[in-house]
């Protein structure tokens, strides 16, 4: 909730003056914004009249912060005024701010003072929230969560976060461009906690949103999603029992792109690697991989997943002879993340392989076998692998899943 700025002393009296404004000054309010809205309206018909706008502009701000600040922990007014319509009198003159073809600050400051006052209204108000919703999505937000201005993101933001529960969620999946740009608007703002709690608290509880996100999403949009998908595994509450599952979706998400993808950073031996934005996507895909087996509730399942440690050990295998056959990425010693500079990838590329491994390996005699009969039947690299791990020569080997598994550099 946006909270009106310089209050006066006193401001208990406020509030209970809120409490009780009477309905006709809201009608009054209401009236002044459609006849005002007409005016918008034709300015945008005809680029003659934007010259006539700026009375009526200051005039719409004025309304939207007396809106605005009337809702402010007030349900009874939040009510009065959603009775009266003018949630959607709002959102159309919001949309038309978007259609003006002008660079005015008065029109800027209407286009916020219109959002917060959306945002309030819908503020621990369920029925404004249905109504603000209806409205609203998703011409408002694909129109706003986008847009130059970072108050307008921020706003919109607020706005879709205070709207969304589980049902609305079902929409965005029929509205992905909404959801990406959220990601987007992260990833631009990573500052703001709009964008952050909308992913962290909502997106990321539902597991067929998040794939039906990552399939449309570009490899950049990919890294911020997997980012933040990371920030959730490592963070200091953990995964609540009704995330478990969700998060072995993601999981089987995370693993099977991996699976599917991961010699695309094979592409970075190339000279001229056209794309590195795609073979950075699937290094964060590895970083994720890692903490999802380093979390016990995770472990077990990515532990039998299908060609998954055959899979990390032919891409090390394969890292490992571009590295000795020419002079490439993959022959420095050097550290490797997903975002940053791709000339610099190396040594940390393979520890994190080597890192997934051996959680792979943990407490999993399954697992540990293979890697023995791998080591004793390729006589191709037998001492190399050998040496990359040659912890599995302990067949008891029971190091626990660890987050920063440290290894010697070699070349």
Known sequence: MIASTGSAPGARGVWEARETAPRTIFQRVLDILKKSSH????????????????????LITECFRCLRNACIECSVNQNSIRNLGTIGVAVDLILLFRELRVEQDSLLTAF???????????SRNEDSQSVVWMHAFPELFLSCLNHPDRKIVAYSSMILFTSLNSERMK??????NIAIDV????QKQPESEWPFLIITDHFLKSPELVKAMYAKMSNQERVALLDLMIARIV?????????????????????????????????LTSEQHADDTEALATIRLLDVLCEMTANTDLLGYLQVFPGLLERVIDLLRLIHVAGNDS?????TCASIKAEGDVSNVAEGFKSHLIRLIGNLCYKNKDNQDKIL?????????????????????????????NRNLRTEKYS
């Open 112 to 122: 916020r003072c219109g959002l917060q006052f959306l945002g309030n209204i819908a």
């Open 373 to 401: 009969n791998i080591c004793g039947a390729d006589y191709i690299f037998p001492r190399w692998l050998q040496k990359y791990l040659s912890f599995s020569r302990n067949r008891n080997y029971t190091k626990e899943p």
């Open 39 to 58: 005016t918008v309206e034709l300015a945008c018909r005809d680029p003659s009249q934007v010259e006539h706008l700026a009375s009526s502009l200051q």
């Open 183 to 186: 990601v987007d608007a992260h």
């Open 235 to 267: 963070s200091d509450e953990p995964l609540a029992k009704d995330a478990a599952p969700v998060f072995l979706s993601h999981a089987e998400l995370v693993a099977g792109a991996f699976v599917d993808q991961c010699k695309t950073v094979l592409k």
């Open 171 to 176: 929409e965005l999946e029929e509205n992905l």
């Open 327 to 331: 002079t490439n990425i993959f022959s």
